[in-house]
């Protein structure tokens, strides 16, 4: 699973948000990603939240793993789960490629736009 704990996100008409995570397996971190997408449209606000990536197959670690940014809507099928759903995760209710749970919400963003986001590998300072 990739998870980044704290995105911020905002904006006035034109918007952007940033976040860094890291890539667990096994109960390791083996790998450090960054997050960051741009929007317009008719949207105000300032959020913070976080969201963690759950790869359900090989194919998908693979795009992740191969790709020199992976845009999220050009990869693998990502089901968007809310919390209801969230907890009643079980292996024939998971059948797509990549779930992302969103968490932690805190602040307000509201609108309607188009979005565009990216996810790199990073090494992050020493």
């Known amino acids: 699973m990739l998870v980044f ?3 911020t996100k905002g904006g006035f008409i034109v918007g952007g948000q940033y976040g860094v995570g890291a890539l667990r397996k096994g109960g390791k971190t083996v790998g450090y990603f960054n997050t960051v997408a ?8 300032i959020q913070k939240y976080g969201y ?3 790869f359900m197959n090989k194919k998908a670690m693979t795009t992740l793993k191969n790709s020199k ?3 999220l809507g050009t990869g693998p099928n990502i089901v968007i789960v809310d919390a209801g759903f969230a907890k009643s995760f079980t292996t024939t209710t ?8 969103i968490f932690d919400q805190k602040g307000l963003m509201a609108g309607i736009g188009l979005q565009g986001s990216k996810i790199s590998r990073i090494t992050p300072d020493k």
């Open 5 to 7: 704990p704290s995105i």
């Open 38 to 45: 741009g929007s317009w449209g008719l949207q105000a606000g």
């Open 94 to 101: 998971l059948k797509d490629d990549v779930y992302a749970v």
């Open 52 to 54: 963690a990536l759950f």
């Open 69 to 71: 940014g992976w845009e």
